[in-house]
C-alpha cells in the first residue's frame, strides 16, 4: 500500500471553490478505485496551502484508477471546474510507503 500525498497552493480569495472541489472528489475517488483519507483545506496559518490524500495499492493500481478517474463523470466535471476557475495555482504530488506499522502488520 502506498499514500499519495497531493499539496495544493491555492489562491487565498478562493477557498470554498477548494472546498467544492475537495467535495466532489470525495465522492469521486473512492468510486474510481482509491481509499480517501481525506481533503484539508485552510484553516489556520497559511491561506494558500491544501493537501489532498489517499492511499492505493500500488503505482500500477495508481494508473488504473486515474484512468477510471478521468472518465467519471464527476471526475471529468471537477478537473474542468478547476481548469475552468484557476483557484489551483499550485499541485505536487508525492507517493510514500509508511513505514511505521506496528511490527508483523506488513
Known amino acids: 500500500m502506498i499514500t499519495c500525498f497531493i499539496r ?7 477557498k470554498d471553490d477548494f472546498a467544492t472541489y475537495a467535495r466532489n472528489w470525495g465522492e469521486a475517488i473512492p468510486r474510481c478505485g482509491a481509499d480517501l483519507i481525506g481533503y484539508f483545506g485552510p484553516h489556520e496559518g497559511s491561506a494558500t496551502t491544501a493537501f489532498g490524500v489517499y492511499n492505493i495499492e500500488s503505482l500500477a493500481a495508481y494508473e488504473a484508477y486515474r484512468a477510471r478517474l ?5 471526475g471529468r466535471e471537477n478537473y474542468e471546474f478547476a481548469r475552468r476557475e484557476r483557484f489551483i495555482l499550485k499541485e505536487d504530488r ?3 510507503k509508511n513505514v511505521s506499522l506496528p511490527l508483523g502488520k506488513e
Do not use: M, T
Not at 8 to 14: K, S
Not at 70 to 74: E, G
Open 8 to 14: 495544493y497552493e491555492i489562491d487565498p480569495f478562493r
Open 70 to 74: 478521468a472518465v467519471d463523470p464527476l
Open 94 to 96: 508525492i507517493f510514500l
